[in-house]
């Protein structure tokens, strides 16, 4: 069964406003979280690192203060897109950890901003 | 830095044939593999991984890869396609258990 969820799987918003994604780790407890952005037809390219009760680390080249991400428990990392715009639009995938190498991933969630 | 390449955009075979998606990567250091697989609309799911050990890495739905060190390789392959092998399949590699960097993808398509 899955062990990440995300939540909402998609959800359209107007241009401006923020949206909220929550990431829940199901059967573990995941002090590091990973959020990645994939363009159609593109590979993931990792956005930041989710650290329980701590900052996230953001990758070169993502706005901070754009997508804001909160790992407040063990279970859940959140990723808010704020004043969205269009060009935000995208697949967000989330990812915990095994604990042996591999990351395990959520299904993903579609936002289209108009 | 490390970096991942999947020469072919997209790979076609017949059902029954056998299939073989291409990774090379670049590391400095020992390296761990992985293969995923991608739905549509969906998340990545794990296929296998090389961490340490055999060459030759056994995972899911009875996919294998090998571990080529010389060719600084991990080719994805099974004997026998399946129409529903049909996704997209990314190799992503990492130095101990730190981030991931994807290649490209490789579009696996199998005719019936």
């Known amino acids: 069964g899955a062990v990440v969820s995300q939540h909402p799987s998609w959800v359209i918003c107007k241009s401006g406003t923020s949206v909220k994604i929550e990431c829940r780790s199901l059967?573990?407890?995941?002090?590091?979280m990973f959020w990645y952005r994939q363009f159609p037809k593109q590979s993931l390219m990792l956005m930041a690192t989710?650290?329980?009760?701590?900052?996230?680390?953001?990758e070169q080249g993502v706005e901070k203060d754009k997508f804001l991400i909160n790992h407040a428990s063990l279970t859940l990392s959140t990723l808010t897109v704020t004043s969205a715009h269009p060009e935000d639009s995208s697949f967000y995938i989330c990812?915990?950890?095994?604990?042996?190498?591999?990351?395990?991933f959520g299904p993903g969630t579609r936002l289209t901003v108009l | 830095a490390q970096s991942v390449a999947q020469p072919e955009d997209q790979v076609n075979v017949a059902e029954g044939n056998p299939l073989t998606v291409k990774c090379t990567y670049s590391?400095?250091?020992?390296?761990?593999l992985f293969w995923y697989v991608q739905y549509p609309n969906r998340g990545l799911q794990f296929l296998l991984k090389?961490?340490?050990?055999?060459?030759l890495v056994k995972g899911s739905y009875g996919f294998e890869a090998e571990f080529n060190k010389s060719q600084t390789s991990f080719h994805l392959k099974k004997p026998s396609a399946l129409v529903s092998d049909s996704a997209l399949y990314f190799c992503?590699?990492?130095?101990?258990?730190?981030?991931?960097?994807f290649g490209t993808g490789t579009r696996l398509l199998v005719s019936p």
């Open positions: 990812s915990r950890t095994s604990g042996h190498g591999e990351q395990f």
């Open positions: 059967d573990f407890q995941a002090t590091t």
């Open positions: 989710s650290n329980e009760g701590s900052k996230a680390t953001y």
């Open positions: 590391v400095s250091g020992n390296p761990y």
């Open positions: 090389y961490i340490t050990g055999d060459n």
């Open positions: 992503a590699v990492t130095l101990g258990f730190q981030k991931l960097v």
